[in-house]
DNA sequence: ATTACTATTCTACGAGTAT
DNA sequence: TATACTCGTAGAATAGTAA
């Protein structure tokens, strides 16, 4: 999150009055009385959500005029959009969590190959990073919410046979990791992998995006199906 | 607003994994990690919207596992409401902003009348409080969107005539008062205010329900049509 | 009237640690 | 391992004012 939540909660309050329409004449009086806060503390967050660019200020006699930008608009954005998708698409959404942890790669050998990748950039629309990121699911819930996923259609990338060896379908869906980063979960049928482990792909090396280490949390939202994928 | 700004933040934290859909198991660590707190911050926070209603909780040898309440869903969807409307309704929306004052309750003479109640009662959907708001408005901004709403063909309480005299048409716009109230903006065609007035009805006692005093800030969000009203 | 500085109070964070 | 207590302290909030 870009902006922590007192502040947030101010560029709320600026939001509900409409500066995000227009400019607005507020006192610090009155904003600080409208949210709880007093008058110096008021004058404090305007300072700060001016210095920060998320608002436009403009001092006059009596009051100041406030207007949120471009980029305060963006901050609200986010949080909308997070909560949309929650609210609204629940019936087309899993939302897993697991734990990073080093695995063998077998992920990252299928990704490499040509006959797949091709239809990953093809299907998923964006060419994966060479490697997956391995999650350890910890709750019998998510557990639980893989073996689902198992029996859904998903998108398949289909198996081919070159000189050496056949490989087999592979069935993906597609996700949002740390509801920030697009990507993929991959499920290959044939792992040795137990029921609570998921490899996710990604257009970047997720690891380094997300600033990930051995052991950290990482949230997933995986789209059953296109619709409303956002 | 019912919960301050980093409590809110850890909840919607706990949405953002899916626990308004099902338990999550979360350690604090992990948590704390996530929403850049410590483990012991983390922890408050988590019993704290507990003790609050906000979620369920219970412990395991390896975590916690949290769940978000109806309470807590309404927490999210206050804001998401909120978000909602301000994002994609704006064309069908008005933001104003005024001080109550006392006037000379010219509107509460009006709404008591048997031959207007009648009318907005079943053309706004509530009986009103008899007894009007008064909002002066102080930006130029506000008084040109006044201004506009003179223009808008809004909701038509029809005059009438009795034995004594004539009454005339009274107009009228729905609208949300301090993003919590339903009312409407009375637009009282031959009144001896000014442009930098506005008066307000609800069904309720206004200034009780929102604890208002002479001078206070007001919010208001007119709606210009039915379409899209919440 | 305003806004916002300085001084002071006090809340709330995280370190250390018990369970 | 967990969670969550106590406690010292940093930083935030308000009071008092200046501008």
Chains 1, 2 share one sequence.
Not at 5 to 21: K, N, P, S, V, Y
Not at 26 to 54: K, V, Y
Not at 148 to 158: D, Q, R, V, W, Y
Request: proline share 2%.
């Amino acid at each position: 999150m870009e902006l922590e939540g007192d502040l947030w909660f101010a560029l709320l309050q600026i939001f509900r009055m409409g500066g995000h329409t227009r400019q607005i004449l507020i006192g610090t009086s009155d904003f600080g009385r409208m949210i709880g806060i007093s008058q110096q503390t008021a004058s404090r967050r305007l300072l700060e959500l001016a210095e920060r660019g998320f608002v436009t200020r403009e001092l006059t006699p009596d009051g100041q005029l406030v207007m949120i930008t471009e980029k305060g608009i963006g901050a609200i954005r986010e949080v909308y959009d997070t909560l949309r998708m929650g609210l609204e698409g629940v019936d087309n959404v899993k939302f897993l969590n697991g734990n990073v942890f080093s695995g063998f790669g077998e992920g990252a050998y299928y990704v490499t190959k040509n006959g797949y990748r091709e239809q990953f950039s093809e299907k998923l629309g964006f060419a994966p990073f060479p490697g997956t990121l391995n999650l350890r699911l910890r709750s019998a819930a998510d557990i639980r919410a893989r073996a689902e996923l198992e029996a859904l259609p998903g998108i398949t990338i289909k198996g081919f046979t070159n000189s050496e060896r056949t490989y087999g379908d592979v069935k993906c869906f597609l996700a949002k990791v740390n509801d920030a980063v697009d990507g993929a979960v991959l499920m290959i049928h044939r792992t040795h992998y137990g029921k609570e482990v998921l490899e996710i792909i990604a257009p970047d090396n997720l690891r380094k995006r997300l600033g990930l280490r051995d052991g950290d949390m990482v949230q997933l939202k995986v789209y059953l199906s296109r619709d409303h994928v956002q």
